[in-house]
């Protein structure tokens, strides 16, 4: 296993220098880079009315310029280029980012004027905090109602429950968010849960106790509307699973020999099943982590890492795309080789290193 390990930590260095570059390639490509958008910014403030002498209509005309910088001094927008580091071919730019991502040097926001490492630490715990209990909920609330419905599969109770799951899954998280502003948090109807943020005001000065009741009351409405979609599909998963192995000829073996039910499906069943579902974890955690809880911290007004990905993006601050870019893929990458590991605490006969 430790050989195994060791080969699966050294792949993640190519994979991640592959993801880094067809990014950075995509981004050469796109239109209205940061430069672009300072120059709009400073043409929208009226701040700089210098023109260019002897250009008849006193607007700049150097070939190759980017046309919203047409009546800036030239000179202001070579300064603007050279602050943002384009000034610099985009082979060296990208071969200095990656200098320093090796050094854990992700640089400084264009936009925020912060360290890219410093923005990330401020805004993981509430990713972190929305991630990790819609994960554990959507996985508390969907094994055991999969091997309910597996159990009975047919009956009336996996036929509602299907229909509720069914309900779950056509509704988008966001949407299912705005319902419960709408009902709980002061909408239309009752007002029982704070509409922002993880904290009240003037939390910080109150005991711990009190501070950490504070902080599951504000995470209530916000994990409601993630564990609503996403319990759907794991529990169908489990059922399919469980169902699957409970056909097979070794549970009939079993129930024959005199094991009790409860025998057969958790000391038998269970850990066959439970594979599938195991292997998903880390594409889960990371989905809720990183893209579903996006439109979920806008609607409940936390600023966690999908908004300032997203907010980025808007506005190309790059250091902050590529250094939430590598840090996402890093832990991605880390997150898949812990699946793999859980397949081995879940069933031993499981062997990756001899398979290697």
Same mark, same amino acid.
């Given at each position: 296993m @430790? @050989?195994? %390990?060791? /080969?699966?930590?050294?792949?993640?260095? =190519?994979?991640?220098?592959?993801?880094?570059? %067809?990014?950075?390639?995509?981004?050469?490509?796109a239109p209205g880079g940061p430069v672009e958008q300072m120059i709009a910014e400073i043409r929208g403030r009226g701040d700089v009315t210098m023109r260019v002498a002897g250009t008849g209509a006193g607007e700049t005309s150097a070939p190759g310029l980017y046309q919203g910088a047409?009546?800036? !001094?030239? *000179?202001?927008?070579?300064? %603007? /280029?050279?602050?943002? @580091?384009? !000034?610099? =071919?985009?082979?060296?730019?990208?071969?200095?980012?990656? +200098? +320093?991502?090796?050094?854990? !040097?992700? +640089?400084r926001s264009f936009f925020r004027d912060r360290p890219v490492?410093?923005?990330?630490? !401020?805004?993981? =715990?509430?990713?972190?905090?929305?991630?990790?209990?819609?994960?554990?909920? &959507?996985?508390l609330v969907s094994i055991p109602l999969g091997i309910a419905k597996a159990v009975r599969d047919g009956s009336r109770f996996d036929v509602a429950t299907s229909a509720a799951i069914l309900v779950g899954y056509a509704i988008p998280g966001f949407l299912f968010a705005i319902l419960l502003v709408v009902v709980f948090a002061g909408g239309s109807f009752v007002q029982w849960f704070p509409l922002r943020g993880l904290a009240s005001a003037g939390a910080d000065l109150w005991p711990w106790p009190q501070r950490?009741?504070?902080?599951?009351? *504000?995470?209530?409405?916000?994990?409601?509307?993630l564990v609503a979609g996403g319990f759907a599909s794991l529990t169908m998963l489990t059922k399919n699973c469980f169902i699957e192995e409970i056909r097979k000829q070794y549970v009939v073996t079993a129930r024959a020999k005199g094991a009790s039910e409860t025998r057969v499906l958790y000391g038998h069943v269970f850990r066959n099943a439970?594979?599938? &579902?195991?292997? +998903?974890?880390?594409a889960a955690f990371i989905g809720l982590l990183f893209t579903s809880a996006l439109?979920?911290? %806008?609607?409940?007004s936390l600023d966690g890492l999908g908004l300032l990905g997203f907010e980025s993006a808007i506005r190309r601050d790059y250091p902050v795309m590529f250094g939430t870019l590598y840090i996402f893929t890093l832990i991605g990458l880390v997150m898949q080789l812990v699946g793999d590991l859980m397949y081995t605490l879940v069933d031993p006969r499981i062997d990756f290193e001899r398979r290697g």
């Open positions: @430790g @050989g195994y %390990i060791l /080969r699966r930590l050294a792949l993640i260095i =190519p994979t991640l220098f592959g993801i880094i570059a %067809i990014n950075f390639a995509v981004v050469q490509l047409r009546g800036l !001094d030239p *000179h202001l927008v070579a300064d %603007i /280029r050279r602050m943002f @580091g384009f !000034d610099k =071919p985009p082979l060296q730019r990208f071969l200095d980012m990656l +200098g +320093g991502y090796l050094r854990f !040097d992700f +640089g490492l410093e923005l990330v630490a !401020d805004k993981m =715990p509430v990713s972190i905090s929305l991630g990790l209990w819609s994960t554990l909920l &959507i996985y950490v009741a504070d902080y599951l009351w *504000h995470m209530v409405l916000p994990t409601m509307a439970m594979l599938l &579902i195991v292997a +998903g974890f880390p439109l979920v911290e %806008i609607v409940f």
